[in-house]
């Protein structure tokens, strides 16, 4: 019992020894014999060059080993693009889609196109069994026979006309009649029409007088069948409910972000974006800005922005994540530095670590611009040539906190 008792009471005291080690190597303070050396106190002959006095805490003095975190480099120029970024996803360019309804009501019998199949203009999509495209047929054949029959009686009349067989009131009225068959033919021929009846087709159909109630609707544009509700028996209407199919063309396609009510007087509609889609990492798809919110939305404080995207080989879907970015003004060169040699502070203010010596570090607030190529733009607080902790901030800013208590 009395050697474990001695034990831990020399465990104890290499446990304290141990702790005031660190402190001490930790400190802000110069000794003769401490982190620098002897006489290596900044500021005296033969020692570092001496920087401005900082609070305690603001500023740490490593030893050679602790350097080994912590990489020092001149704060350097870059040239930085005057520009916005933002997050949105993809859609079908709406401008672009068609939903096909059918021009009667009607039964569908036949679906020709799924969803994801590319289709040319003029392709099949479905047929329903229509009454009313029976009762359009017969109505073209009954008005192309009496046309037929009022254009033989209008030459009749006139051959009677020419030996005084006839008043001249009973041929005005072969000839109105004769009018008022056109005019009908007409009409029945432009209803057929509606129907996207072909005047080859209205033609065959007065001439063999048979009519066809499977009525055949097809696509009106070329490009992709993105929706597709259509059934065999389902009964669909002109413009009524769901569309049975809508058909986008896909060589362009929209990208919709919301950016910060802050950068909405920098954006104009006509203005090149870049867009990077998160599944092709690396690729950048070109756009134009072709709709700019009208409204701010109160609870994000975000405005809508529409582009217009190029896909020529049709790899964006909707629905993918997306980032672009778009230029605002000209470039600008101001100093830079790395990521890793910023740090935020408790209190939001975002700092950096300079140095004369590569060995004393003093803690300095910096004013933040944008993030472009791995280096951060330095606004105000540093200037090119500067030396800097480029990488380690955070491990510096740790020994100060250590050091201060």
């Known amino acids: 019992m009395r050697l474990d008792a001695k034990s831990a009471a020399i465990g104890g005291g290499v446990a304290a020894i141990a702790v005031a080690g660190l402190m001490f190597a930790f400190s802000g303070r110069t000794q003769p014999t401490g982190l620098y050396g002897p006489q290596s106190e900044p500021g005296k ?74 289709v040319v203009k003029g392709k099949p999509l479905f047929d329903i069994d229509s009454p009313d495209y029976v009762q359009a047929q017969s109505t073209l054949i009954s008005a192309a026979g009496t046309r037929k029959l009022t254009t033989k009686a209008l030459e009749r009349a006139h051959q009677l006309f020419e030996i005084q067989g006839i008043a001249q009131k009973d041929l005005d009225q072969a000839v109105s009649d004769q009018q008022a068959a056109e005019a009908a033919l007409k009409a029945a021929r432009d209803a057929m029409a509606i129907f996207g009846t072909s005047s080859a087709e209205m033609d065959r159909i007065v001439e063999q007088r048979k009519i066809n109630s499977i009525l055949t609707v097809t696509s009106p544009i070329t490009g992709r069948v993105t929706a597709r509700n259509a059934q065999p028996g389902l009964l669909v209407q002109p413009g009524s409910g769901t569309a049975p199919f809508t058909v986008s063309d896909i060589s362009t396609m929209w990208m919709q972000a919301f950016v910060a009510e802050a950068d909405s007087p920098l954006l104009h509609v006509g203005q090149p974006v870049q867009v990077k889609a998160l599944a092709y990492p690396g690729r950048v798809f070109a756009g134009t800005v072709t709709t700019i919110g009208a409204t701010i939305d109160p609870a994000t404080h975000r405005m809508l922005v529409r582009s217009e995207i190029q896909d020529p080989k049709h790899e964006l879907r909707p629905g993918m994540f997306t980032s672009f970015v778009i230029r605002t003004g000209d470039t600008a060169r101001t100093a830079a530095i790395a990521a890793d040699g910023i740090v935020r502070e408790g209190d939001g203010t975002m700092t950096a670590w300079v140095t004369t010596d590569h060995k004393r570090f003093v803690r300095r607030v910096v004013k933040l611009g944008q993030q472009q190529d791995g280096l951060i733009q330095i606004v105000d607080g540093l200037k090119p040539g500067e030396l800097a902790a480029n990488e380690g901030a955070l491990f510096l800013s740790n020994a100060a906190a250590l050091a201060s208590q």
């Open 45 to 118: 002959a033969g020692g570092a060059p001496a920087i401005a006095a900082a609070p305690r805490g603001d500023a740490v003095a490593l030893t050679t080993t602790q350097m080994q975190h912590v990489k020092v480099a001149p704060v350097e120029e870059h040239e930085f693009a005057n520009q916005r970024e933002a997050v949105g996803n993809i859609d079908f360019n709406q401008d672009r889609s068609v939903q096909v309804f059918t021009s009667y009501q009607g039964k569908i019998r036949n679906v020709f196109a799924k969803v994801g199949e590319d």
